[in-house]
């Protein structure tokens, strides 16, 4: 039960700018998600919080406390780390017995202590390995005795660290399902690390994505989806990732549009900047795989892209297609039974309202939406 | 073809090891034999295999034996083996005390020098003993520290506890730092993560440096020979004195050897496994 506040922090790892300016709020018993590629400070923001990485600058409060210098065993967090960090020289139930019996922390009978830990291992379907040491366990099974470990405490803040990577699909999504059920009755905040987009949007109920130690974009999972504020926002929400491609903004007759490979679309909404008295000026337009239509015929429609298939892949239930449009590679998610041949001639197009407008320098989405 | 010359291969091997068995254990076995000797077949020409086979020795300097000279009556033997025993003891006990929160704090803390000073550690193992030895002798004459068991464990130390460190500190450094940090965070202070996390970690490696810093300590002759005396005189230069003005008493030279290796034998086994856990430490990181 608490809200955590990242003010201004900074972080350096020699010359290395980490974690730049960090400004984070965290809401009282919300699951947050930082969302990041590898080497993003996902991580180091994390044990920021926890408190086993210092601070260069900036403050840390818990529930309005300045908990900045306070050492990570006064701070009320478990946290699960990605490499596990299990204790190799104890068993499975000592392990996940540790935190009860570690610290200054109310003391417990040996009999609430074996209940606890005995319904956690039930919940993560480890209770027969109780017995056995962590280097005789699968890397799924440590992952959950790691899991474990921080679920048998009731702290204020979770802070998890890609706690399901290296389970295997299956487990993966039961795991999933899993840590929803346990946040609608854990009543404790969560911070949760991963770069995995699929779990972010699914379990978050806001997301934080990071890049190169700035946060680009704090929002809901419908927010973050449909209205990236930046362009590295949305390219890192979505398989396939969405499509980019050059275009050109112009102001006709008060009207505005974008023009790729000199095919003008006009665009739905506001947008940034262009007036009837800006010249031209250079945009990424970005619009995902499902919202392509391709054909092989030029449709009806005023607009539509010429481009050669490249390669059809049907998976299952879809179809993955790409399109050699110009200098690069365009994807285009299709029915599995649509057909396409390599180097046939096809046409793409698209609704106004599903394409994303950026900055051609800055990055920054151009369109102004209401949400 | 493959299979012949995998055969081969391991034919050669054999046939390397058991060589070198036998070069390494022959001083061994010698020595081993010589103790059962009596004076005559010790220094018989050509050497004697079989014989006839005596406990002499080993009741010579034992328990005394009426048909040697007299001194060997009273035998010095005991006092020497319980002298050695008490200072690779102390000198062991000592060094880990201490041995271990220097590795500690070199494996895990940062602070000014640290490298220059973890290298002046081990800069005492390579300097020769005889070029501290002079300085020591004055410093330990100043302070009465000539021929006490309390000097010789401090002298020893230049052997046993920059070696300790060294190799404590590279086991430390293995312990991922998230273990700690893990520790931490469930609620240790750093002494906890120390006594319950990172000790328990580095079990194996204590059991091995204790092992080697022992027998260091065991076979230590030269700090013995000029910082010690009648009162502290371990085995290593009691053997001396086998050598005698008139005669040299082989036989009993060769028993004490053989019961001075017992204790190391000993300690070598009780602790082997755990030696070999040490060898299998990187399984346990997740």
């Given at each position: 039960?608490?809200?955590?506040?990242?003010?201004?922090?900074?972080?350096?790892?020699?010359?290395?700018?980490?974690?730049?300016?960090?400004?984070?709020?965290?809401?009282?018993?919300?699951?947050?998600?930082?969302?990041?590629?590898?080497?993003?400070?996902?991580?180091?923001?994390?044990?920021?919080?926890?408190?086993?990485?210092?601070?260069?600058?900036?403050?840390?409060?818990?529930?309005?406390?300045?908990?900045?210098?306070?050492?990570?065993?006064?701070?009320?967090?478990?946290?699960?780390?990605?490499?596990?960090?299990?204790?190799?020289?104890?068993?499975?139930?000592?392990?996940?017995?540790?935190?009860?019996?570690?610290?200054?922390?109310?003391?417990?009978?040996?009999?609430?202590?074996?209940?606890?830990?005995?319904?956690?291992?039930?919940?993560?379907?480890?209770?027969?390995?109780?017995?056995?040491?962590?280097?005789?366990?699968?890397?799924?099974?440590?992952?959950?005795?790691?899991?474990?470990?921080?679920?048998?405490?009731?702290?204020?803040?979770?802070?998890?660290?890609?706690?399901?990577?290296?389970?295997?699909?299956?487990?993966?999504?039961?795991?999933?399902?899993?840590?929803?059920?346990?946040?609608?009755?854990?009543?404790?905040?969560?911070?949760?690390?991963?770069?995995?987009?699929?779990?972010?949007?699914?379990?978050?109920?806001?997301?934080?994505?990071?890049?190169?130690?700035?946060?680009?974009?704090?929002?809901?999972?419908?927010?973050?989806?449909?209205?990236?504020?930046?362009?590295?926002?949305?390219?890192?929400?979505?398989?396939?990732?969405?499509?980019?491609?050059?275009?050109?903004?112009?102001?006709?007759?008060?009207?505005?549009?974008?023009?790729?490979?000199?095919?003008?679309?006009?665009?739905?909404?506001?947008?940034?900047?262009?007036?009837?008295?800006?010249?031209?000026?250079?945009?990424?337009?970005?619009?995902?795989?499902?919202?392509?239509?391709?054909?092989?015929?030029?449709?009806?429609?005023?607009?539509?892209?010429?481009?050669?298939?490249?390669?059809?892949?049907?998976?299952?239930?879809?179809?993955?297609?790409?399109?050699?449009?110009?200098?690069?590679?365009?994807?285009?998610?299709?029915?599995?039974?649509?057909?396409?041949?390599?180097?046939?001639?096809?046409?793409?197009?698209?609704?106004?309202?599903?394409?994303?407008?950026?900055?051609?320098?800055?990055?920054?989405?151009?369109?102004?939406?209401?949400? | 073809?493959?299979?012949?010359?995998?055969?081969?291969?391991?034919?050669?091997?054999?046939?390397?090891?058991?060589?070198?068995?036998?070069?390494?254990?022959?001083?061994?076995?010698?020595?081993?034999?010589?103790?059962?000797?009596?004076?005559?077949?010790?220094?018989?020409?050509?050497?004697?295999?079989?014989?006839?086979?005596?406990?002499?020795?080993?009741?010579?300097?034992?328990?005394?034996?009426?048909?040697?000279?007299?001194?060997?009556?009273?035998?010095?033997?005991?006092?020497?083996?319980?002298?050695?025993?008490?200072?690779?003891?102390?000198?062991?006990?000592?060094?880990?005390?201490l041995g271990t929160f220097a590795a500690y704090s070199l494996a895990r803390f940062s602070f000014p020098m640290k490298?220059?000073?973890?290298?002046?550690?081990?800069?005492?193992?390579?300097?020769?003993?005889?070029?501290?030895?002079?300085?020591?002798?004055?410093?330990?004459?100043?302070?009465?520290?000539?021929?006490?068991?309390?000097?010789?464990?401090?002298?020893?130390?230049?052997?046993?506890?920059?070696?300790?460190?060294?190799?404590?500190?590279?086991?430390?450094?293995?312990?991922p730092k998230e273990i700690e940090q893990a520790a931490r965070v469930d609620g240790c202070t750093w002494w906890g993560?120390?006594?319950?996390?990172?000790?328990?970690?580095?079990?194996?490696?204590?059991?091995?440096?204790?092992?080697?810093?022992?027998?260091?300590?065991?076979?230590?002759?030269?700090?013995?020979?000029?910082?010690?005396?009648?009162?502290?005189?371990?085995?290593?230069?009691?053997?001396?004195?086998?050598?005698?003005?008139?005669?040299?008493?082989?036989?009993?030279?060769?028993?004490?050897?053989?019961?001075?290796?017992?204790?190391?034998?000993?300690?070598?086994?009780?602790?082997?496994?755990?030696?070999?856990?040490?060898?299998?430490?990187?399984?346990?990181?997740?």
């Amino acid at each position: 039960m608490a809200n955590i506040v990242l003010d201004n922090v900074d972080k350096y790892y020699g010359d290395l700018h980490a974690i730049d300016h960090l400004q984070l709020q965290i809401r009282d018993r919300e699951f947050f998600v930082i969302l990041g590629a590898s080497g993003a400070g996902k991580t180091t923001t994390l044990k920021m919080m926890a408190g086993v990485e210092p601070v260069d600058s900036g403050s840390i409060f818990m529930d309005g406390q300045d908990v900045t210098r306070w050492p990570p065993e006064r701070r009320e967090v478990a946290m699960v780390f990605e490499s596990y960090a299990l204790y190799g020289h104890l068993s499975v139930y000592k392990n996940m017995a540790f935190p009860l019996l570690a610290g200054r922390r109310k003391r417990l009978t040996a009999s609430e202590v074996e209940q606890k830990v005995r319904r956690v291992a039930q919940l993560l379907g480890i209770d027969m390995l109780l017995q056995r040491r962590p280097a005789e366990l699968s890397g799924g099974q440590r992952q959950r005795v790691a899991l474990g470990r921080a679920l048998v405490r009731e702290p204020a803040a979770f802070l998890m660290d890609e706690p399901l990577s290296h389970l295997d699909a299956k487990i993966h999504h039961q795991m999933r399902s899993e840590l929803r059920q346990l946040r609608e009755c854990m009543g404790s905040t969560i911070v949760y690390v991963t770069h995995d987009y699929g779990e972010a949007l699914a379990l978050g109920d806001r997301i934080a994505i990071l890049h190169e130690g700035k946060i680009m974009q704090v929002g809901t999972p419908g927010e973050v989806f449909h209205h990236p504020a930046t362009r590295l926002v949305a390219e890192s929400l979505g398989d396939p990732p969405m499509n980019v491609l050059p275009g050109r903004i112009c102001c006709q007759d008060g009207r505005t549009f974008v023009e790729i490979q000199g095919q003008p679309l006009r665009v739905s909404g506001a947008v940034e900047g262009p007036s009837a008295a800006t010249p031209p000026r250079q945009v990424d337009v970005g619009i995902r795989a499902q919202h392509i239509r391709a054909t092989q015929a030029p449709s009806s429609r005023p607009f539509h892209l010429p481009g050669q298939v490249y390669v059809h892949e049907v998976l299952g239930d879809e179809g993955l297609l790409t399109v050699t449009v110009g200098p690069q590679h365009v994807m285009v998610l299709t029915s599995p039974e649509e057909r396409f041949t390599p180097d046939e001639r096809v046409y793409l197009s698209w609704e106004a309202e599903a394409m994303h407008l950026f900055c051609g320098q800055t990055g920054k989405n151009l369109q102004s939406h209401s949400v | 073809m493959k299979d012949g010359t995998g055969k081969l291969r391991s034919a050669v091997r054999v046939v390397g090891l058991g060589l070198y068995f036998a070069f390494a254990m022959a001083p061994i076995v010698w020595i081993l034999m010589m103790s059962f000797k009596n004076p005559g077949d010790v220094i018989a020409t050509p050497p004697k295999f079989i014989f006839s086979p005596t406990l002499d020795n080993y009741k010579a300097i034992t328990v005394g034996l009426e048909s040697y000279s007299s001194e060997s009556l009273r035998p010095d033997f005991p006092k020497y083996f319980l002298n050695t025993l008490i200072i690779a003891s102390a000198t062991v006990a000592v060094s880990l005390v201490l041995g271990t929160f220097a590795a500690y704090s070199l494996a895990r803390f940062s602070f000014p020098m640290k490298e220059d000073i973890a290298f002046t550690f081990l800069s005492f193992r390579f300097a020769p003993e005889l070029m501290v030895i002079l300085p020591l002798y004055v410093i330990f004459q100043k302070c009465h520290l000539i021929d006490s068991f309390a000097g010789l464990t401090l002298a020893y130390q230049l052997v046993t506890l920059p070696f300790l460190i060294w190799v404590l500190r590279g086991f430390f450094e293995e312990i991922p730092k998230e273990i700690e940090q893990a520790a931490r965070v469930d609620g240790c202070t750093w002494w906890g993560v120390f006594c319950r996390i990172s000790l328990p970690l580095v079990k194996p490696g204590i059991a091995a440096v204790v092992i080697l810093s022992f027998i260091f300590a065991w076979n230590n002759f030269i700090f013995a020979m000029i910082l010690g005396g009648e009162r502290t005189q371990p085995i290593t230069l009691g053997i001396l004195g086998f050598i005698g003005y008139e005669r040299v008493l082989w036989g009993q030279m060769a028993a004490a050897t053989i019961i001075c290796a017992v204790p190391e034998l000993v300690l070598a086994f009780v602790i082997q496994k755990y030696i070999i856990r040490g060898l299998t430490f990187g399984a346990v990181k997740g």
